[in-house]
């Protein structure tokens, strides 16, 4: 595979590297007030995955190009070692690059994910996004509109639109939905790795209480795999705790990547 570029991220705050990592659909911006807050503590360098946010679009998806994408950044920003979280696809991303470099990580935070398959599907939300023509809305409030039958819900059509920008006149989505639909599979699964694989990174999962990604089965992989990996859960939240509940999110977060 050619070299496709470097991540792009944002930079915040001094102090010993924090990398955060976000989920499908999701960009660096998602993580702006967060990654604000956890900057009084660390470095942070909030990132754009492949066909998200800011970084460049991809025909592979997966999360072997996901993680080597981390990885290049990290080598690119002269970065021997970091804390990282990781939400949801990113959540995937950072648990393979812990296996992959784990010299690389020293502390390890997983939102709402495990390293299994999911039968999550999302084709509910690409399809109204695909089916739209773009130029034909002046503004951003028409597009929403137009979304309003395929997705009702409020907030989570305002974050998808989060994804939507102006450029040259012209509508323009960050997200690469075409190919993330063509790859849900893979997204929505996980790397077939050796049976007796495991990771010694110090690794925190923070689940929402509301959320069913990470139950007793999933909890029992972690077990298996994770030689120093604890569960945490934050009341009254989804799938998007850190968005529902940053204060609670943060509040664990930090207790552990502190430590």
Request: with cysteine; proline share 4%.
């Amino acid at each position: 595979m050619t070299d496709p570029g470097l991540l792009h991220y944002v930079r915040t705050g001094s102090g010993e590297p924090l990398v955060i990592v976000h989920g499908l659909f999701g960009s660096s911006k998602n993580w702006q007030s967060l990654g604000r807050l956890f900057s009084s503590h660390f470095e942070v360098f909030t990132v754009d995955l492949r066909n998200h946010g800011h970084s460049f679009h991809h025909d592979e998806m997966n999360y072997e190009v996901m993680a080597e994408d981390l990885n290049r950044l990290l080598n690119h920003l002269d970065i021997s070692s970091c804390r990282l979280i990781g939400h949801s696809m990113g959540g995937k991303t950072s648990i393979l690059l812990a296996y992959q470099q784990p010299h690389l990580i020293s502390r390890l935070v997983v939102a709402d994910i495990a390293p299994v398959p999911y039968t999550h599907a999302f084709d509910h939300l690409i399809d109204p996004v695909l089916a739209l023509t773009l130029d034909q809305y002046e503004s951003r409030s028409a597009v929403d509109t137009a979304l309003q039958q395929g997705i009702p819900d409020n907030l989570l059509r305002s974050f998808l639109l989060q994804s939507l920008e102006r450029k040259s006149n012209h509508w323009r989505w960050k997200v690469n939905w075409q190919v993330i639909k063509a790859s849900m599979q893979k997204i929505t699964g996980f790397p077939d790795l050796p049976g007796d694989w495991q990771i010694t990174t110090p690794t925190l999962f923070i689940r929402g209480e509301h959320s069913d990604y990470i139950g007793a089965a999933e909890e029992a992989v972690i077990a298996a795999h994770f030689r120093q990996a604890r569960v945490r859960t934050v009341a009254s939240a989804g799938h998007w705790l850190h968005a529902e509940q940053p204060q609670q999110f943060a509040r664990q977060a930090l207790e552990f990547l502190r430590d």
